[in-house]
């Protein structure tokens, strides 16, 4: 149903060249490991340097083809033009870019500071148009096939509590990709959004949540639950590559995430009841927090 006619399918990614950014940790790491024993050659950045070059050493002992390894912060813009054309000179066109880096950042809207709204939308919205405008203008004109992968978020279809800030990063992502769905169609350029919902990486233990007390005992509930029923990075970056082979647009890591995305667009009246049911359950780790900066004021 959302196959692009013009753009076959891969059989695999053997012999492909793709570009990955966050590719030291998470789902970033896991497609370029994965990517790497179907054969394609993996082209990696991140910006932590440390860890980035341990996925590429890794994927070498391996044998498989690692090419180009640099850290950088994708909301540089001139870094990432920068990478971008020293990548394209030696190496040519990419066959497939996966934008997979970004940041989380949580929190109630009282609670939320400017900075953290920026921080999202530099990084989870810019930093891909980045890669974008750096990277696509060239697979266009090696006129060959091609795939764009942009990883948004569940936050990024539907209201999760606390997500306002980092849905606005990453809704704006998926308009990005619903507008190139079809603007690169007739180039044989695919695009896949991917809408993973837990996921457990490094990064939902490090996740910033404003007004919110990771102590008590209602978050520490909260976040067991979402621990216990996330996806690993490994089963996420297949359903990533599953996507790019079979010219998917809509990719979902997890079948809760396609159910309540189908609710959404089939039965309203039950998307609402589920996300306000939601919505109450996360609150009650908010009491506490709200008792401890009153406490501060004073």
């Known amino acids: 149903m959302f196959r692009?006619?013009?753009?076959?399918?891969?059989?695999d990614l053997s012999g492909r060249k793709v570009f990955i950014t966050g590719a030291a940790s998470g789902i970033g790491r896991s497609c370029a490991v994965l990517a790497a024993a179907e054969g394609a050659s993996v082209f990696l950045t991140d910006r932590n340097a440390e860890l980035l070059e341990a996925t590429a050493a890794e994927i070498r002992a391996g044998g498989g083809s690692v090419p180009f390894v640099?850290?950088?912060?994708?909301s540089d813009y001139p870094a990432v033009k920068a990478l971008a054309a020293r990548l394209t000179q030696?190496?040519?066109?990419?066959?497939?870019v996966m934008n997979v880096a970004g940041i989380s950042s949580w929190g109630t809207v009282q609670s939320l500071e400017h900075e953290q709204w920026r921080k999202l939308v530099d990084i989870n919205l810019m930093g891909p148009i980045h890669v974008i405008e750096s990277l696509v203008p060239p697979m266009i004109e090696a006129g060959r096939p091609g795939h764009l992968v942009n990883v948004s978020s569940a936050a990024g279809i539907i209201g999760m509590p606390w997500h306002a800030a980092y849905s606005a990063s990453k809704f704006g992502l998926r308009g990005v990709s619903e507008v190139l769905r079809f603007d690169l169609r007739r180039h044989r350029i695919g695009v896949s959004l991917v809408c993973p919902g837990g996921v457990a990486t490094p990064l939902t233990q490090t996740v910033e949540i404003a007004g919110v007390d990771h102590s008590s005992p209602a978050f520490e509930k909260l976040h067991a639950r979402f621990r216990k029923r996330a996806a690993t990075p490994d089963q996420a970056a297949a359903a990533i590559l599953d996507g790019v082979r079979r010219n998917k647009y809509w990719v979902y890591t997890s079948n809760d995430i396609r159910l309540i995305h189908a609710?959404?667009?089939h039965?309203?009246?039950?998307?609402?009841?589920a996300m306000r049911v939601m919505n109450r359950g996360a609150n009650r780790a908010l009491p506490a927090v709200g008792r401890a900066r009153r406490s501060d004021a004073t």
């Open 4 to 11: 692009n006619p013009f753009r076959p399918p891969f059989r």
């Open 70 to 74: 640099e850290a950088a912060d994708i």
């Open 90 to 96: 030696e190496h040519g066109a990419m066959d497939v």
């Open 263 to 265: 609710l959404q667009r």
């Open 267 to 273: 039965c309203s009246p039950a998307y609402v009841v």
